[in-house]
C-alpha cells in the first residue's frame, strides 16, 4: 500500500529528523527536516504531488539535490524561495502553532 509520509520519512531519516505539519485544508503538508544545527530543508508539498509516487519521487530528488548543494547561506536562502517557505537554523515550528494560513498545524514526527 502507497503511503507517501513513510516514503518521506524513509528518504530523510537516515540522516535528519523528519517532521509534517498540515498547512491547508486541501491536504498541503510543510516537510521539514532537521539536524543538531537547526532546520536544513523545508518544503511545501501539494496534496498532488502527495497522492502521486511520480512526483514524489521528484520531490524527494529535488531537496536531495539542494541539501547536496551545500549549507552556505544562499544555498538556505535558495531552499526557502523554492519551497515557499523559511528556512533558519532557529529549528522548525512547534507543534500546535496556528500557520500564516489561519489553519493549526498538525505536526507529526515519524
Known amino acids: 500500500m502507497y503511503n507517501p509520509f513513510q516514503l518521506l520519512s524513509e528518504a530523510f531519516q ?7 505539519s498540515l ?3 486541501a491536504g498541503d503538508i510543510m ?3 532537521a ?3 537547526g532546520v536544513v530543508a523545508r518544503r511545501l508539498i501539494s496534496a498532488e ?7 514524489l519521487r521528484r520531490v524527494i530528488d ?4 539542494g541539501i547536496a548543494q551545500g549549507r552556505t547561506p544562499s544555498t538556505r536562502t535558495l531552499l526557502a524561495i523554492s519551497s515557499g517557505g523559511q528556512v533558519s537554523s ?4 512547534q507543534p500546535g502553532r496556528v500557520s500564516g494560513r489561519g ?3 498538525l505536526s507529526v514526527g515519524i
Open 14 to 20: 537516515a540522516d535528519y529528523r523528519v517532521n509534517f
Open 23 to 25: 498547512e491547508s485544508m
Open 31 to 33: 516537510l521539514t527536516l
Open 35 to 37: 539536524d543538531d544545527q
Open 49 to 55: 504531488q502527495r497522492n502521486n509516487p511520480q512526483r
Open 62 to 65: 529535488s531537496l536531495r539535490d
Open 90 to 93: 532557529h529549528g522548525a515550528r
Open 103 to 105: 489553519v493549526a498545524a
